[in-house]
């Protein structure tokens, strides 16, 4: 099951991201996972929010670029080694990984680890194939 993670586009000044923050704060929207990638020029700060559908308007009416796509989250335990099963299934699927970050949520023992991979699809087969959890909407708080 894939999540929408929104990506937007920022320019490598002071204030930028303080900026969008606010303006999600202030419509009550809440960060489950943040992650900012740089260039000289610009940003793109990567979001997973507890409403996408609203936080995109939201910044789209407050004149950001962005772009919104679909992520495979993974819950994995919370220890040490956790992550470790589903990299050997990457490796094993011969897989690309564009770019990983967590989520700030931990549940009932559990982490999770969102994904940008290069064949979703073939991932999540391979993720069942060896029993690993795929995180659902419901489990992370999301609409």
Do not use: C, W
């Not at 979001?47 to 407050?62: N, P, R, S, Y």
């Not at 023992?109 to 979703?120: H, L, N, Q, T």
């Amino acid at each position: 099951m894939s999540v929408h993670q929104i990506s937007v586009f920022l320019e490598n000044r002071a204030g930028q991201l303080a900026d969008v923050t606010k303006l999600l704060a202030a419509n009550a929207i809440d960060l489950r996972a943040i992650s900012i990638a740089e260039a000289t020029d610009y940003g793109v700060l990567r979001l997973i929010v507890d409403d996408a559908e609203k936080a995109t308007q939201i910044l789209l009416a407050g004149g950001y670029i962005l772009s919104k796509t679909p992520v495979t989250v993974v819950s994995v335990p919370d220890q040490t080694g956790g992550l470790a099963p589903v990299l050997s299934v990457l490796a094993e699927g011969n897989l690309d990984v564009e770019y990983m970050y967590s989520l700030f949520t931990h549940k009932d023992g559990k982490a999770y680890i969102v994904f940008r991979i290069s064949d979703e699809a073939k991932f999540i087969s391979l993720l069942n194939a060896h029993n690993i959890a795929l995180a659902d909407n419901d489990e992370l708080g999301l609409k």
